[in-house]
């Protein structure tokens, strides 16, 4: 028998959900990581705070939840109640993103938008990674020879 919660205890577990260091995001900065790539984290002086920061490469990557940034996949659907409370929400969740990519961009930098639900799949993640990061280059200190 499936327990109802109570407004309180909703209220309780959608106050505990964070914005960083998630359990995708951290899928993607594994993944990013063993794959050589190096980045940086959350740089606020950009628009949305980027999740995965490639500054030389210009390039930015967000993982977003498909609940609450409206994917259209089975996690991202609407709750069917409170929904004068959501679909509002929501609906600014989104737009701030149309509008954080559209600085960025304009800015130069290029952006992948990682959905969570595509996290689950470690191959196509990769491929997709190293699709948008292109080679990984490593940089040698003066006097250094690369090995090949």
Known sequence: M??????????????????????????????????????????KNLPGK????????????????CFWHGHDCRDGRVPSSNQDYWLPK???NKERDVANIAALEAAGWRVLVIWECHTRNEITLTSC????????????????????
């Open 50 to 65: 980027p999740d995965l920061v490639f500054g030389p490469r210009r390039k930015v990557i967000f993982v977003h939840g």
């Open 90 to 92: 929501l609906a600014r």
């Open 129 to 148: 990674l190293k699709g948008f990061l292109g080679p990984r280059t490593l940089k040698l200190k003066p006097g250094q020879q690369q090995i090949s």
């Open 2 to 43: 499936a327990d109802k919660l109570t407004p309180e205890h909703r209220a309780e577990n959608m106050r505990r959900i964070k914005s960083k260091g998630m359990k995708p995001e951290l899928a993607v900065r594994r993944l990013a990581h063993g794959l050589g790539y190096r980045y940086r984290l959350h740089r």
